[in-house]
């Protein structure tokens, strides 16, 4: 498969699953979806968002070699929704190296408590907060609070998976 003509091609769920058992779980396969990801063109780096994060969801190790240079593109002002929504769906499969933590928690808190962004990104951005709190539960109070006060402002999708959270916070009290 030409990678960069797939991307190229009528962008539908099944085009992304094509991409997606093209990559199953082969690193340098997948390591070519994140160079294309990567390289900043206003077009291919969405398209390449969504089948990255399902091959993380289906392969979550393969993200492992990637994770700081995929943090470091988080923190590009501008970025398309697609991009910083599929790489928080994609850390919420990952247990996030501890090196990587504080990088982790500092964006997915900047993206969270943004009401201007999208609901899907500040949705993920709240299970990765959730999971980080789950590994260190030293942040599970602040996190929590954090939700309660998003969860009145929030979409009925919003209220749910942020109630899911305040559950699995207060069990680490």
């Known amino acids: 498969m030409n990678l960069v003509q797939a991307l190229r091609k009528r962008y539908s769920k099944a085009q992304c699953q094509r991409i997606v058992a093209w990559v199953g779980s082969d690193p340098a396969r997948f390591k070519a979806l994140v160079e294309v990801f ?7 780096t969405p398209r390449a968002a969504w089948p990255l994060s399902y091959c993380v969801e289906a ?4 993200v ?3 994770l700081a240079v995929l943090l470091r593109h988080l923190r590009k002002p501008g970025l398309p929704d697609a991009v910083k929504r599929n790489t ?7 247990s996030i190296p501890r090196q990587y933590q504080g990088t982790a928690t500092d ?3 900047t993206l969270f408590t943004n009401r201007q962004e999208a609901i899907a990104i500040r949705v993920f951005a709240m ?5 980080l709190a789950i590994q260190n539960p030293e ?9 309660e006060e998003e969860m009145p402002l929030g ?3 919003f209220r749910s998976r942020g109630a899911k959270a305040i559950r699995q916070l207060r069990m680490l009290n």
């Not at 928080?88 to 499969?93: A, H, K, V």
């Not at 299970?127 to 999971?131: A, C, D, F, S």
């Open 64 to 66: 492992r070699p990637h």
């Open 88 to 94: 928080m769906r994609l850390l919420q499969f990952i």
């Open 139 to 147: 942040l599970a109070n602040e996190i929590r609070l954090l939700i």
């Open 107 to 109: 964006l997915a808190l």
């Open 38 to 44: 990567l390289a900043g063109d206003n077009r291919l």
């Open 155 to 157: 979409s009925p999708a």
């Open 59 to 62: 392969n979550p190790h393969l």
């Open 127 to 131: 299970t990765v907060l959730t999971n």
